[in-house]
């Protein structure tokens, strides 16, 4: 890496909750270190606001829910290097994209808005990676500040970042938790969910709900067997798989099968 | 001639007095997370005085006994490999300075103490040779050999084994034959000490030993019958490696898959597997840099990746790996199985699957030993 000029550094808001840039500001001294190694040019939570600004590395935290944000993304795209979403909803479409089960957005727009006609957001929450290229994803309800951090140092380095695959069971495994799932009978989504959050849940005693969403090769099927088994209802099977990552295959169809949800079918 | 002598139950808790005065730190099985798994003794009240457990495949759960027994219960989920071959540990740390020049210094060991396991099983036993001979042979492992150096071991003949045992199967259980530093046997008023190394003598020469009675040899028997006949579950076979290489077209493979989930919990409380992958984190600031190794697993695709393939992109061929590999070329690799039937993998799989159920089917047309 050479010294002349510090790479630009931009984080974007779309459809969110916010838990992702505070996953950002609550990196404490890294964040520091982190604002001496790269110049933050945009980050309206933060403080600097340039959202037009060229810059080397865009993180994108949110789902496309408006128009308005189709247009934004398009623009961010063409002024940014190497586009990263953060957490669920830029990942997946999040919890927002629970309304895309049910084509229901018109439906709760009456009954939650006091002026529905004030309202102009798109019949589906989508993922960034709908509506432009992204070269890496980072998951996670919210991110975790260790895989960001990650993530930009193999950038100025100029190496492609690790992505984590694994499932969380691994994690689990290595920190000696003992499984909720065997033990107590809690219906753990480990066994189908990405890694990188150190297996947090379990090791605090509860079973993981998947907010890291699908693992590689995660075999849904047999574990919504499982669940079953284990005496849950196919709604709450449902439940399990579309809770955070409803819009992320394999999750979408194995919540949907329990359910008996045929998909583009209102209900 | 070695120390064997009866140990009152009520002067038990001189056991980890005596290993504290000799220099050891003591861990043994303590209910942590509705389980039985290795901590940090400080008396011999941590034991799990009058717990059982019923373990079954996907299940574990812990109950109450009628009696005052510490040691009646089968393995947990852990055994000693996590203490010797840790799930995480930084091998190396490197920094480069200004020109450019690196530096390397070795990781260093989280409590270099000599260590005092108390409570370790047969199975446990025998998979403690099988780490060593992976570990310790050719090029030896400088963090493993340390912390393997020092330990003394307290071991425990299962009397209660679980539905998933299958030790005696294996022929490495359910009593403790060698490898110990003491052996235990647990009766209603107290325990069978026998010593097993000089080391295990000078500790037994402080406790107040009394000759062993009739009586007490005859229980002993009879529990170490009663142990062996409680096993409902057995390899086909001590050698499978032919049987299993002979077949690895077989429909079973496919049909183990749709259920594996592939999630490496049955790798990871294995006692003898010990795959590892490594990791470089690097500092912020670019000029440190940890070097770490962690417990991975055939489970993984990152287990088969090989410049810019993953040679195990599926289950099928991700669970006949396990099994192939354990059951039979671990015989070319290290004299016999990699199994020691202590049935971790059978409990804490999450949906259940017995190797010893899929083994049978899968050998069941070629020959054995
Ligand atoms: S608690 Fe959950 S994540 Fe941990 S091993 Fe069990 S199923 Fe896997
Ligand atoms: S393969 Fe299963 S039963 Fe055999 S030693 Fe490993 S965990 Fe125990
Ligand atoms: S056999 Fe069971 S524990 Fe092992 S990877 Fe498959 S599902 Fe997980």
Same mark, same amino acid.
């Given at each position: 890496m050479t010294d002349e000029r510090k790479p630009r550094v931009a984080v974007h808001k779309f459809s969110s909750c916010d838990g992702c840039q505070l996953a950002f500001l609550n990196l404490g001294p890294d964040l520091l270190r982190l604002a001496e190694l790269v110049e933050i040019v945009h980050f309206a939570e933060a403080g600097p606001s340039n959202p037009d600004a060229d810059v080397d590395i865009a993180f994108i935290e949110g789902s496309v829910s408006t128009p308005d944000e189709r247009e934004r993304l398009r623009r961010i795209r063409a002024h940014s290097g190497f586009l990263v979403t953060i957490g669920a909803c830029a990942t997946s479409g999040g919890l927002q994209a629970l309304r895309n089960l049910r084509d229901s957005e018109s439906e709760w727009r009456e009954a939650i808005y006091a002026r529905p006609e004030y309202i102009d957001s798109l019949a589906h929450a989508t993922a960034i990676r709908e509506h432009a290229r992204v070269d890496l994803e980072l998951w996670g309800c919210p991110v975790d500040g260790r895989q960001v951090l990650a993530a930009v140092r193999a950038l100025l380095f100029g190496v492609p970042p690790v992505e984590e695959r694994d499932k969380v069971c691994l994690e689990c495994k290595r920190h000696q938790t003992v499984c909720v799932m065997v033990a107590r009978g809690e219906p753990c989504m480990g066994p189908v969910t990405r890694t990188g959050c150190g297996a947090l849940c379990p090791r605090f005693g509860r079973d993981c709900y998947a907010c890291y969403g699908p693992a590689e090769g995660a075999n849904t099927t047999s574990l919504a067997h499982r669940f079953e088994g284990l005496g849950l209802a196919p709604e709450a099977v449902a439940r399990r798989f @579309?809770?955070? @990552?409803?819009?992320?295959e394999p999750f979408t169809g194995a919540g949907n099968e329990a359910a008996g949800i045929i998909p583009g079918k209102a209900r | 001639m070695s120390i064997y002598g009866f140990l009152h139950r009520s002067a038990l808790k001189q056991l980890p007095e005596c290993l504290n005065e000799a220099g050891y730190r003591c861990i043994g099985p303590r209910v942590r997370e509705g389980a039985v798994t290795f901590g940090e003794l400080t008396s011999i009240d941590d034991l799990p005085r009058g717990v059982g457990d019923e373990q079954r495949p996907a299940h574990y759960r812990l109950g109450e006994r009628e009696d005052e027994r510490l040691f009646a219960w089968a393995v947990g989920p852990q055994g000693l490999k996590s203490w010797l071959f840790t799930p995480r540990e930084t091998l190396w740390r490197s920094r480069r300075d200004d020109d450019g020049r690196l530096y390397f210094e070795t990781g260093s060991p989280a409590d270099d103490r000599p260590l005092a396991a108390i409570g370790v099983r047969a199975c446990d036993l025998a998979a403690l040779r099988l780490q060593d001979a992976h570990f310790l042979e050719r090029e030896p492992d400088p963090g493993y050999r340390k912390r393997r150096a020092g330990l003394f071991l307290v071991a425990v003949d299962c009397t209660h084994p679980a539905e998933t045992c299958f030790c005696h199967s294996t022929g490495d259980g359910p009593a403790c034959e060698s490898g110990f530093d003491l052996a235990l046997h647990e009766l209603d008023d107290g325990f069978i000490v026998h010593a097993g190394s000089e080391a295990g003598e000078r500790v037994a020469a402080r406790l107040p030993l009394l000759p062993v009675g009739e009586e007490q040899e005859a229980a002993r028997r009879d529990q170490q019958r009663a142990a062996i006949d409680a096993q409902q579950r057995a390899l086909p076979g001590r050698n499978l490696r032919d049987a299993l290489f002979a077949n690895l077209d077989h429909e079973r493979w496919q049909a183990v898959a749709e259920r594996c989930l592939s999630c490496a919990n049955c790798t990871s409380v294995c006692p003898t597997c010990f795959c590892h992958s490594h990791e470089e984190v690097p500092d912020l600031d670019g000029r440190t840099s940890e070097h770490l190794r962690q417990w991975d697993s055939c489970f993984t695709e990152g287990h088969s990746y090989i410049h810019g393939i993953v040679i195990r992109a599926e289950t099928p061929e991700r669970y006949r790996q396990w099994l192939t590999h354990k059951l039979g070329s671990w015989h070319d690799q290290y004299g016999r199985s990699g199994c020691v039937g202590c049935g971790r993998c059978i409990t804490w799989c999450p949906v259940g699957i017995d190797l010893t159920e899929e083994a049978t089917v899968i050998c069941a047309e070629a020959g054995d030993d």
């Open positions: @579309h809770f955070i @990552h409803s819009g992320q | -």
